[in-house]
């Protein structure tokens, strides 16, 4: 792809001080997302996919994180590094350059205003005009993201949607002042799975609408594989593989990565082996081991000369065209692990 | 909306109506006899037994009641010829030591609690919701820890303490209360300065110890809204964080403070009974007191325990419809 990407992630280290220590959530992250493009991030629970996206729309509390590096949004009026602007220069791209929805629409509404109320509030923080404007414009999205009857239900509580119905809401009030950046925080983790492919369609249908970046974070692989036009594999707050989709999907080059994509369940194969799981627990943030953060976990360190797991930290390499892996296997070693655990 | 109002205000008028059966009941059933405490020490038995007649004591205790429910709609009247006594509706009975219609002794201390509370209230929500704001906007902040120490102080100190202490050292040492006129009802119609100066110090001992506890109410609930998901929300919608806590946070941590003050309101206007002491104010907190302690004025324990009842069921049910009002959940349910 040669777009100009919306938004540039250089070096971004997010570390919260705890009583026990830094803990060092995300580490060395950087990426692009282009306008139009669909950036996935995949990870277990704490490896750093939330605290990297929270950290880009600026919703950390900057007196209790540690935050450095730079994310540039390349607006029309110019660049802007959201980590070093003033808070209040990048609480005025919230909503409005960058919009953000989040796992659990149970919670993300307020229980005490109506649903327009809350859509009303979004667009009149950056647009002029009576609230009857606001109202036209929040039915119109509304009826935009699906809501049957949008000009009645506009009136009615948060408790009163389903879920997939809620999260509807939220990309409608996401996307109400037409953003450049979408961040869909696991959007589908706390909906019924049948609810969760037409949220996810309409999260794709809204991104070609609108021509937005957008950030998928998920820990669900069968979503990536749907949607991603690029994949970042998370482990331990560093990114461990960055890749196509498909690269990902066919040509895992991360140990970590191989052991994912053999831990979901293959339709065909039900009554063939059990599931496979990657052995251990993922290692504290805070002091993190020598070396590679994945190596007591990988069935391959074994393989690589003179303990190299152990001391050194691998970094971010490049294996094929366009495709980085954090290992210190070679390519031919890592197709060799492909094949040897379960022929991916 | 109007058919849950229905139902909850008949429940009320069951709730009143039950209370004040055991009220009734329990004083009925107290080894007291009414009528031997109307006359001295030097009482004939004649005398009792006529004025056991008199004041309607000789019949059974539910033609007892019967005539009390009776006698707060249409008045009442009690004894015949010359020492007939006519107390108009609502009647709560007739007070054998004062020698006046218990209504009529309630209606003189009422405004006076009214004030007391009113007052009291209004300072104490002020200061304790405002402060315990900005002890959860200044968490573990000097702000915060002041306001810890103010809560504990606040909390600890018991209104005798703090009453006798400020009525000491501060109103009368600095000659800010007039003691031959301390506690001397004035209404604020008349002359709002003397009103207010007749307040002030019992309004700020009772804020002290309410305000304590409205402080650290307020903080730990804003405190804990902040971390709700919606107000992350807020945030990533580009509201600035006045509004978020104007709009968004306030609105959910101030609700449950409503029952709270709805509640505590309600109890003392059922009458502050050791600050009305301490600053000698004739309100209901004193008339029950010395009903209880001196006169063993039945009527008057009966009005004023009743009336107390009244307030907290009826704030109850305000609150309620209020709860209803501010929580959309709450509304549809019912």
Redesign the interface.
Known sequence: MTLKPFLEVKNLNVAFPTEDGLVQASNDISFTVARGETLAVVGESGSGKSVTSLAV?G?HDRKRTQITGQAFLNLESGPVDVISADA?VV??????AM??I?Q?PM????????IGNQLI??WS??NEGDKAAGKKRAIEMLDLVGIPDASKRVDE?P??FSGGMRQRV?IA??LINNPSLLIADEPTTALDVTVQSQILQLIREMQKEFNMALILITHDLGVVAEVADRVNVMYAGKIVESGSAEDIYYRPDHPYSIGLLNSIPKIGELDSKRLVAIPGQPPSLINLPRGCSFRARCSFSDRVANNLCATTAPTLDTKTTDHFSRCHLTEAELVKARKESGGI | MLKYLARRLSATFLVITLVSMSVFGIFAVLPMDPAALTCGKACSAPVIEANRHRLGLDVPVQVQYGRFVKGLFVGRDFGEGAAAFHCPAPAFGYSYNRHECVTTLVAEAFPVTLSLAVGAFVLWLSVGVSLGILAARRKNEWQDRAATAFVLIGTSLPTFISGILILLFVALKFNLINPIEMGRWVSPLEDPVAWFRTFIFPWIVLALLYAATYTRFTRSNVIETSTEDYIRTARAKGLNERDILRKHTLRAALAPIITLAGLDFAGLLGGAIITEGIFNLPGLGRLSIRAVLRDYDLPTILATTILAAVFVIVANLLVDILYAYIDPRVRVAS
Do not use: V
């Open positions: 729309m919703l209040e609480r005025k791209l919230r909503g409005k919009s953000m989040f659990d919670s993300a509404l307020h229980p005490y205003y109506s509030e979004a923080l950056y509580f408790h009163q939220m009030m996401a």
